[in-house]
C-alpha cells in the first residue's frame, strides 16, 4: 500500500548547497534509490545520484540517509515510518561534486600507494601452490565492494581533513592486511602501515564495521591483527635482539 513520504535531499555542488523539500510517493517494498529515481522523473531531472548495480554489489550509491553512512538501494523504506522525515545527503568525508555525487578519487590515490601481491621471485606463474585454510582469513577481505562508507565514516578523516595526507584509511590498511597474511606474499609491509598509511592514528571504535555492507568484520580480523604485527615488529625485545644479533653476524 502506498503512501506520501516526506524527503529532504541535499542539492548543490563545490560553490555550496542547501537541503530541500520533497513530498514523494512510496510503495511497498522500494528502497531509498527507488526514491531518488522517482524524484528524478517527477520533480528533479537534474538531481546528479551516482548508482549502477541496485543490488549492493557495485558500491556506487554510497550516501548518508538520516546521518548514517549506507547505500541507497538496500536502504528499504520500510524501515522509516511513514511520518517520518527521510533526509538524504552526499558522503560528509569527500568533495561534493553535485547533489549526492562526491569526489572519492581520494581513495584510488591510497590504493595506488599500496605495493602490489608479491609472490617469491622464484615462483612461476601456475606454481602457486595454498591450502585453503591458509587464505581463509585473507579471504574475506576480497568481499570489498569498495563503497568507501569505512572510509567515511572513520572520524580519522572526517572530522580531520589534514589526516588524508598521512592515513589510508580501513579500507587500505584492511587491503595492506590482506597481503600481510597471504601465504605467497613475501613483502613486508608492516613498516608502510605504520609510518606511511597511519595504521597508529585508528583507534579500533569499530564504526567502519558497523556501516560495511559486506559485514567484514575490518576492525577485529584486519586492523587489530595487522596492529599486532607491527607492534612485534618494532617493540618486541625479542624480536629487537634477534635483529642485532642478525645484523651483528
Keep these: 500500500m502506498g503512501y506520501e513520504a516526506k524527503?529532504?535531499?541535499?542539492?548543490?555542488?563545490?560553490?555550496g548547497g542547501e537541503l530541500q523539500d520533497f513530498t514523494v510517493e512510496v510503495n511497498e517494498g522500494e528502497v531509498v534509490l527507488d526514491i531518488i529515481h522517482r524524484l528524478q522523473a517527477t520533480q528533479a531531472p537534474d538531481l546528479a545520484v551516482r548508482w549502477n548495480c541496485k543490488a549492493g554489489k557495485c558500491g556506487s550509491c554510497s550516501a548518508e540517509v538520516n546521518g548514517r553512512p549506507r547505500l541507497l538501494c538496500m536502504t528499504r523504506m520500510s524501515t522509516f515510518t511513514q511520518d517520518e522525515v527521510v533526509t538524504v545527503t552526499p558522503m560528509r568525508t569527500f568533495p561534493v561534486i553535485r547533489d549526492l555525487v562526491?569526489?572519492?578519487?581520494?581513495?584510488?590515490?591510497?590504493?595506488?600507494e599500496i605495493p602490489s601481491f608479491t609472490p617469491p621471485a622464484d615462483l612461476k606463474p601456475g606454481e602457486y601452490r595454498m591450502r585453503q585454510q591458509d587464505v581463509e582469513r585473507s579471504q574475506e577481505f576480497r568481499k570489498c565492494i569498495e563503497c568507501f562508507l569505512c572510509q567515511n565514516t572513520c572520524h580519522v578523516v572526517r572530522d580531520h581533513e589534514e589526516n588524508k595526507v598521512?592515513?589510508?584509511g580501513p579500507r587500505y590498511l584492511m587491503?595492506?592486511?590482506e597481503l600481510e597474511m597471504h601465504p605467497l606474499d613475501v613483502a613486508d609491509r608492516r613498516e608502510l602501515a605504520q609510518d606511511e598509511a597511519g595504521l597508529?592514528?585508528?583507534?579500533?571504535?569499530?564504526?567502519?564495521?558497523?556501516?560495511?555492507p559486506e559485514h567484514i568484520k575490518i576492525t577485529d580480523n584486519a586492523l587489530i591483527p595487522l596492529k599486532e604485527r607491527v607492534v612485534d615488529h618494532k617493540y618486541d625485545p625479542l624480536v629487537w635482539l634477534g635483529n642485532k644479533l642478525f645484523r651483528r653476524k
Design 102 to 112: 562526491t569526489d572519492v578519487s581520494y581513495n584510488y590515490t591510497k590504493a595506488r
Design 175 to 177: 587491503r595492506i592486511a
Design 7 to 15: 524527503f529532504k535531499v541535499w542539492r548543490g555542488d563545490t560553490e
Design 166 to 168: 598521512s592515513f589510508a
Design 200 to 212: 597508529g592514528y585508528c583507534n579500533i571504535t569499530k564504526c567502519c564495521t558497523e556501516v560495511c
